[in-house]
């Protein structure tokens, strides 16, 4: 079983920086895929930012210039520097990883959840 431990949330003023770190732990052969995604009230769960399978990164476009994934494969984890947070950024972040749990099996996991806050 993998686990994945979302922390940084909280609540900031608009145009403020939080950084969200997320850690894989568990039998893990390798991580295919680790990003973020979002979910504000009401609305469908959105990807944010990923790292795909091939290590390279997609955004959302309302995040591009202001959101950075950055990665410690030696750690398992995943980060997201969100600078200039506007009120529509606020919702709850979720960490998600494609995992390869066995040398023919993977699976996908999310984390619990860190709500991002931003006052205008």
């Known amino acids: 079983q993998v686990q994945l431990v979302e922390s940084g949330g909280g609540l900031v003023q608009a145009g403020g920086s939080l950084r969200l770190s997320c850690a894989a732990s568990g039998i893990i052969f390798a991580i295919n895929a680790m990003g973020w995604y979002r979910q504000a009230p009401g609305k469908q769960r959105e990807l944010v930012a990923t790292?795909?399978?091939?290590?390279?990164?997609n955004y959302a476009d309302s995040v591009k210039g202001r959101f950075t994934i950055s990665r410690d494969n030696a750690k398992n984890a995943v980060y997201l520097q969100m600078n200039n947070l506007k009120s529509e950024d606020t919702a709850v972040y979720y960490c998600?990883?494609?995992?390869?749990?066995?040398?023919?099996?993977?699976?996908?996991?999310w984390g619990q959840g860190t709500q991002v806050t931003v006052s205008s």
């Open positions: 790292f795909t399978s091939g290590g390279s990164t």
């Open positions: 998600n990883a494609d995992v390869r749990v066995g040398f023919t099996s993977r699976q996908n996991y």
